[in-house]
């Protein structure tokens, strides 16, 4: 191709550069066939287009915002299957957008990540308190950024595959179980909430069902999770799975967004069944 046809490049900070130029020669190597879309939402645009290529090298299809309300229109969109995003944007930042995501039940399994300037320790704990998947730092080294995508949509396909997979549950017991005005009757399945029955998920009423049989008692999300699910995982990583399974039934339970009704959190700690009064 000639000097006129040649195709303007966006510069790659210098940080990015000579990595950037191995993980190229390494790339024809890489089958294509795995289209799996990432969004990356950044209001640098600089550092936008270096991920951008960064991870388009790899195979992935990338789309790209530059700030929170247009990450939220493109995801409604397309439904990728992982977020990076920085944390300091305008119009809505990267905790807002975390926050946004996570309370869609479709979307609460997409992996999260925080690729951003801020390093204080006290930003990293905000981060991992409120469930971001991972917390990266720039500058960063495309191989560490590629390690943590892989990783993260490995443990996504997992959990996915295993969200496709048929709910058993053993009933230990017949007997009803009442909690103030909550009727839960194990052997049919069957759930009424101040007289009103409640169509639950196989997983929503084992949940439910368990919480129950330990009422007013805090109980981890590590525990939850493998009754719901049969998984072994971090407290962290079965809180980004429990949450969408929690809001779910406290809606179906009728109380509205916002409202913890009988399900308390128990903030760093895990949930806690109420008896709830008619």
């Known amino acids: 191709m000639g ?6 490049q966006t510069p790659i900070p210098r940080f990015l550069r000579r990595s950037f130029a191995q993980i190229v020669a390494q790339s024809i190597k890489i089958p294509m066939n795995k289209r799996e879309t990432i969004l990356v939402v950044d209001d640098n645009t600089r550092m936008l287009a270096a991920v951008q290529r960064i991870l388009e090298s790899e ?5 790209t915002a530059d700030d929170g309300l247009a990450a939220l229109q493109m995801i409604q969109e397309s439904t990728p299957h992982l977020i990076i995003a920085d944390i ?8 807002q957008l975390h926050e946004r995501v996570r309370q869609n039940p479709d979307w609460a399994l997409i992996p999260f990540i925080f690729l951003t ?20 730092i720039k500058p960063i080294e495309p191989e560490d950024l590629l390690v943590v995508v892989r990783g993260k949509l490995k443990r996504a396909r997992q959990w996915v595959r295993h969200q496709e997979q048929p709910v058993t549950s053993t ?4 007997k009803t179980l009442i909690i103030g005005a909550l009727h839960i009757d194990p052997t049919q399945r069957r759930v009424e909430f101040n007289g009103t029955l409640v169509q639950l998920s196989a ?3 084992m949940l439910l ?21 049969s998984l072994d995982l971090d407290n962290q990583e079965a809180g980004t799975l429990l949450r969408p399974l929690i809001r779910s039934l406290r809606r179906k339970l009728g109380y509205p967004a916002g409202d913890l009704g009988c399900i308390e959190t128990v903030r760093g700690l895990g949930y806690r069944l109420l008896p709830p009064v008619a």
Request: aromatic share 8%.
């Open 59 to 63: 195979g992935y299809l990338v789309l």
């Open 88 to 95: 300091a944007m305008p119009r809505m930042n990267g905790y």
């Open 117 to 136: 300037g801020r390093a204080m320790d006290s930003d990293i704990r905000y981060g991992k308190e409120i469930g971001v998947d991972d917390y990266l």
């Open 3 to 8: 000097a006129g046809c040649a195709r303007p």
């Open 171 to 174: 009933v230990s017991e017949t």
């Open 203 to 205: 997983r929503e009423f």
């Open 209 to 229: 069902e368990y919480m129950a049989r330990h009422a007013e008692q805090i109980i981890a999300p590590q525990v939850l999770i493998g009754v719901t699910h």
